[in-house]
């Protein structure tokens, strides 16, 4: 069993950054982010394989959002530049024992998550 634990979030006006880490008590090959705002359903974010080589984004963050990974520290990032309101959400970490992919049921293991707020 494998436990992630995300870090990092916070309050941010619009326009600024924050970096969200992921730590996993064990090694993992995919890892991704998903996140979740009040009323809406979880969407995802960005994922990343072992490698590193392979990367996905969401439409609503490519260009402004970076994942990218630390195999050594077993740990996933999430660069989030020029933040929106509506980038606000729990922002929840996951992984699993495969390739990349963006449907959250096929991630294997999941984070508590951490809170992310955009002021306007």
């Known amino acids: 069993q494998v436990q992630l634990v995300e870090s990092g979030g916070g309050l941010v006006q619009a326009g600024g950054s924050l970096r969200l880490s992921c730590a996993a008590s064990g090694r993992t090959a995919a890892m991704g982010w998903f996140r979740q705002a009040p009323g809406k359903v979880r969407e995802f974010v960005a994922t990343?394989?072992?490698?590193?080589?392979?990367?996905v984004y969401a439409d609503s963050v490519k260009g402004r959002f970076t994942i990218s990974r630390d195999n050594a520290k077993n740990t996933v990032y999430l660069q989030m530049n020029s933040l929106k309101p509506e980038d606000t959400a729990v922002y929840v970490c996951?992984?699993?024992?495969?390739?990349?992919?963006?449907?959250?049921?096929?991630?294997?293991?999941w984070g508590q998550g951490t809170q992310v707020t955009v002021s306007s």
């Open positions: 990343i394989s072992w490698s590193g080589a392979s990367t």
């Open positions: 996951a992984a699993r024992r495969s390739v990349v992919v963006t449907r959250g049921y096929e991630y294997d293991y």
